[in-house]
């Protein structure tokens, strides 16, 4: 059985910096992407970063760009977001997406999700 599991999400101020982690089991990613997708409330999920599990590129939303940065630790089966400049807008649940193909922007086309951590991002 797959799971991928998320942790890391909490309470911050505007400013501030978070780590979230998604722990894969099951199965392993390699030649696949993996992805951070939110969801803010009321809004659409959208995509925050993916990464490729073999070689390590990566690909992110513009609103992020500069500020996250997606990385994997293979030993572990493990992919970080780590997420520096928070700012309010980044509230939202976060999840964590497995079996893409390629750099995969669209949700549709991960086949395995994570059941997200809760970003709140205060002023």
């Known amino acids: 059985q797959v799971q991928l599991v998320e942790s890391g999400g909490g309470l911050v101020q505007a400013g501030d910096s978070l780590r979230l982690s998604c722990a894969a089991s099951g199965r392993t990613f390699s030649g696949y992407a993996m992805g951070w997708f939110r969801r803010a409330p009321g809004k659409e999920r959208e995509f925050v970063a993916a990464?490729?599990?073999?070689?390590?590129?990566?690909y992110y939303a513009d609103s992020v760009k500069g500020r996250f940065t997606i990385s994997r630790d293979n030993a572990k089966n493990t992919v970080y977001l780590q997420m520096n400049s928070l700012k309010p807008e980044d509230t939202a649940v976060y999840y964590c997406a497995g079996g893409g193909s390629y750099l995969q922007t669209s949700a549709m086309g991960y086949n395995y999700w994570g059941q997200g951590t809760q970003v709140t991002v205060s002023s």
């Open positions: 990464i490729r599990w073999s070689g390590g590129s990566t």
